[in-house]
DNA sequence: TTAATAGTGTCTATAAGACATTATATG
DNA sequence: CATATAATGTCTTATAGACACTATTAA
């Protein structure tokens, strides 16, 4: 075959940032990390989302990347992840013309998740408010944040998405609890447990949850591969 | 303000490409070019989604690329544009590590589309098959195009897309046929009408359209500017 | 008049909304 | 026993599905 010629012209810089959501103390959390003091770097010291550069020869594809980008500052690696969009232009980076392609993950409110010690940057989860955080973030992040909490509010009202906020194990009220805090208002009980349970998206495991009162069945999703779709949303109009 | 640093790593090719559907003779057509003989090309000869590098010199950002691409093979300059993701990897193009930002688009399936003349490229429309099309077509552009086509039959149980393939005036029924031949099965005239007049998706006009049947009403879209979404898909299951 | 498509009406099926009632644990 | 939350049941409401029926034009 013959070879083929390579392209000359200047080219954007490539990113990729990965939108991380949690649940912690009942509120909805997105991973920040804070830039370096370095005054020869864009935004020092301001807030980001979790990204970087394409690294062309360590990199396989975009979804590498993404991954990479999770696993350097978390120890989740199988979350729920899903492409969001792409920002481009030539002034959203003082660098010059850049792009991102941005993903956007959902991981469980379990224990453990944050690296920690070592020369790491700081990493912190910070609480969303309304659309979006009290900082000021670097680059468009304020906006690709947005966007995000768009996408994922939405996506709530018909896909079993808050499921990957939990633990393995959790009950009905737990799921629709994690429903109600994404989206801000209560759903019906009796709606919420018929719609689950007929939609095949959880299946029973072993044991119960105690407390002070009747004890609730323990869950957990049945394939965890694909989010359910529901063919409604919950509140019309 | 200080200068920031200049990155000086390799950086990966950046594409846009725009998947651009129309109806055209009630099937459902997607428009391609046809990349030239030079064997130092990739993909000599083969039909390709219409798309090119970004120019950082031309282009503001991603948007004005999708707009600039489309507007060189067709005359239309308002079409419905949405993101539909990126694919990006070492492989997919042998000149070296690429990422194309993929756009879809809806045009009206009015005549006088297409930019027709001069030293122009091979361009044409393309009948979607099932997944697809006849031809073998260059870089991922199968998978892509595959993806686009999933993206648009999922949105169309639940939201007025399209109505961006039909003309400006349009009667009920052609939006129902439209839908019809994207979605492959029919749909229930009677639930149709309820749920298109319901949700204030259209707007009659002044005429009916004329045939040796009782004259149907025009209609046109209310608010161009945002699809409208349904709180329940069609077919269940 | 007939043919053809537009448009309406009636009844059923499904799932969500509202809200009451029963169940079962701890203390 | 009281209390708390789990789980179920009943009735209503909204909208899609099936399908029959009526309306209005051209030829």
């Given at each position: 075959m013959t070879k083929t010629k390579q392209p000359t012209f200047p080219r954007p810089l490539s990113l990729v940032d990965v939108v991380i959501f949690t649940v912690i103390n009942q509120a909805l959390h997105v991973l920040l990390v804070k830039r370096n003091?370095?005054?020869?770097?864009?935004?020092?010291?301001h807030w980001a989302l979790v990204g970087g550069f394409v690294d062309v020869d360590q990199d396989d594809d975009l979804l590498s990347v993404a991954l990479r980008k999770l696993k350097e500052k978390t120890n989740v690696s199988s979350p729920y992840l899903e492409q969001l969009g792409s920002w481009g232009s030539r002034t959203r980076d003082p660098r010059g013309w850049s792009a991102t392609h941005v993903y956007f993950a959902l991981i469980s409110s379990?224990?453990?998740?944050l690296k920690t010690g070592?020369?790491?940057?700081?990493?912190k989860w910070i609480k969303v408010i309304d659309n979006g955080v009290n900082e000021n973030l670097a680059f468009d992040h304020t906006e690709i944040l947005e966007s995000a909490l768009i996408r994922l509010r939405n996506k709530v009202e018909y896909t079993?998405?808050?499921?990957?906020?939990?633990?393995?194990k959790f009950t009905i009220s737990e799921l629709q609890h994690t429903y109600e805090i994404i989206l801000g208002r209560n759903l019906e009980k009796s709606a919420f447990r018929t719609r689950t349970l007929s939609s095949g998206l959880v299946q029973e495991v072993e044991g119960y949850k105690l407390g002070s009162n009747r004890p609730a069945k323990l869950y957990k999703i049945k394939d965890p591969s694909h989010p359910v779709y529901f063919a409604r949303t919950f509140k019309p109009k």
């Open positions: 003091k370095d005054e020869h770097e864009p935004f020092p010291e379990e224990t453990e998740q070592g020369n790491a940057d700081e990493v079993s998405l808050p499921a990957y906020l939990l633990p393995k």
